[in-house]
Structures are given as C-alpha cells and as structure tokens.
DNA sequence: GTACATAATGCGATGCCTTCTCAATAGTGC
DNA sequence: GCACTATTGAGAAGGCATCGCATTATGTAC
C-alpha cells in the first residue's frame, strides 16, 4: 500500500513538498471501497463535509500530479468529466464495462490485461504508470428499450 | 468495411434520415490512413479545405452518434479533447501508449485484447461496441530528463 | 529555534471543448 | 408534389479545468 512517508519521499526527490491537503487527499482514496472513485467536484464536496475543506485549484492540481506520479488512475468514463481512484497492482487492478447509453459503469478483472501493458511499455523502454482496458457497449436493458441512441 | 449504403440502412431502422453531411463524415474517416484519428476542430478544419464545410454542431453531434453506433471510436488522448477513428476489428484493430509527460502516442496491436474485451462484454450480455486499451506511462526521452511532472 | 527561499494554496478570472436553442432547411414516405 | 419531422447552422450558453497572483507555509540551513 502506499503510505503517506513514501509520497512524501517522493515529493522531496523532485524538491517538492508534503502538504496536510496531499495528505488529506491520499488518505480520502486510500480510504475509498475498492472500485469507487471520484470527480474532482466530489472530492470537493466530500472534503468540505468533513470539515476539512481544499479549493477545487488545489484539488484539480494534486490529483493531476498524483496521476502522472502513478498513484491515482485517472478514469474516463461516459460523464463528461474524470474520475479518479487509487491506482493499485493485481489482484485489486481492475477494468471498466460502460453502457453508452445509460453510463452504466460495471468492473471487471483480467490480470492478463495487466501483464500485456507492463510488457509493451517495458518492449517501448516506457516506464508503466496505468493500464486500463475501457469497453464502450451497450447493457442489456438498453438493446431492449427502443430510445434513441 | 463499412459502407454508406449500410450506414443509410442502419439509420432508416431507427427512423433516421441520411444527409451529405453524414456521408460525407464518414467518407473522411473511412479514407484516413490507418492509425490517424481527427478532432472534431481537425475535422471542421479539413471540411472547409475541401470545400464542403459543416457546422461545428453538426460535426460534433455525428461524431457522437457514429460513436454510439460503433462506426467510430472516441479516443481519450492526452490533449484535453476527444479524437476520433474509425472502428475496424482485427487485424487493424489497436491500442495506444501514451507518454503523461510530453503526449507522445504510440499504437500497438494485441489482437487478444480484443477477444478478451468481446468475452467480457458477452458474458454480461452486451452488445460491444469498442474496446480500448489505454497505457499511460513515461517515455524513454521523458524519463531522462528533469523537469518537472 | 529562527530566518530564508520558494513551493503550494486559495480565490477569482479565464479559456476551451462541447452542448443547447431555435428558426430554417431538406430527406422520406405517401 | 405534399406533409411530416429529422437535421442543419449560427450563436448563445454551460461546464470542467486551468491560470495568475497575492498570501501562506514547508523544508533547509544556520
């Protein structure tokens, strides 16, 4: 698992440094049911309830870092906006099923989706932060409605 | 390959109408080398080079119904904003790597990885649309150099 | 412990991609 | 050819994300 001294010795490797909001805001994903992530708007709200409030720049600018750091996926799904969870190896690595039309969001594992990643960024010389296997479909419920795409 | 007359047939089941503008659309991406995929502003661009200009409206809402039809897919690249191809099953099927820092994108093939997402995606009764493989890492040239994040 | 250099935060303004609204246009079936 | 209505085009509007800058505060050296 990744701890709080390792970022901060991460961070300190680059001359950056450790914040209460980094803290803050490694400890809420660490913290989040497996397979739950947030938009930055979330993370927004959710921080303020706690009474421990981030602005949405600083937010927006950690989770960012955080990602290229590979410590946070960053997850496109069919909102509009990103989502972000905790970025974690196999068996907990997993892989998302998304209906166009309702945005429905299932979860899926295949570890072998994973070790086809490592192995063609280590064959490019590239050093792996996320893999992610996206399937855009359409759920049952939708083929059998007859709305509009 | 995916033709106009099958687009225009497919269309008409749901009670939909062909336009030039469509065809056109399509045209464009059905003659795009391999690999090259367009914004919707490269499109709206390309469109007014060749003569034939469509609203950006209109471009941007065919790019999203031929997504939701499986005719093209939406790529998340790392520019901030959706690219788009046309979809095509193995062997040209294919996936990209992607550098976080310097945005670089390499495709690669893994015709497993489609199989496996065609598994998944029929094993929870959905009708596959696309499957995408995404990597995000650190390129060679990246990773030897200091700047930051 | 104190002081300094500068990284990081917070706020508001800004930017950019995308969607929406609505009148005008044009496919399709009869 | 006519009616019906899906589609287009133009501009306005929306929403997510980033930027600029004054202020705050971390990490380091003394």
Redesign the pocket.
């Known amino acids: 698992m990744y701890t709080v001294s390792s970022l901060?010795a991460e961070?300190?490797e680059?001359?950056?440094?450790?914040?209460?909001?980094?803290e803050t805001?490694l400890q809420i994903f660490q913290n989040l049911p497996t397979g739950e992530h947030l938009?930055?708007?979330d993370l927004h709200v959710l921080l303020q309830q706690d009474g421990e409030?981030?602005?949405?720049?600083?937010?927006?600018?950690?989770?960012?870092?955080m990602s290229r750091m590979g410590i946070l996926r960053e997850l496109e799904l069919a909102?509009?906006?990103?989502h972000y969870e905790i970025n974690q190896p196999a068996p907990y690595h997993h892989h998302h099923l998304i209906c166009v039309r309702c945005n429905k969001t299932t979860e899926f594992k295949n570890d072998s989706i994973l070790k086809m990643g490592a192995k063609t960024a280590q064959k490019e010389g590239y050093h792996l932060l996320d893999c992610q296997l996206t399937i855009h479909a359409i759920c049952p419920s939708c083929q059998r409605s007859i709305l509009?795409i």
Do not use: F, V
């Open positions: 901060k961070l300190h680059r001359g950056w440094r450790l914040t209460p909001q980094r805001i938009s930055a708007e409030p981030i602005s949405l720049s600083t937010i927006y600018r950690n989770l960012k870092m909102e509009g906006h990103k509009p």
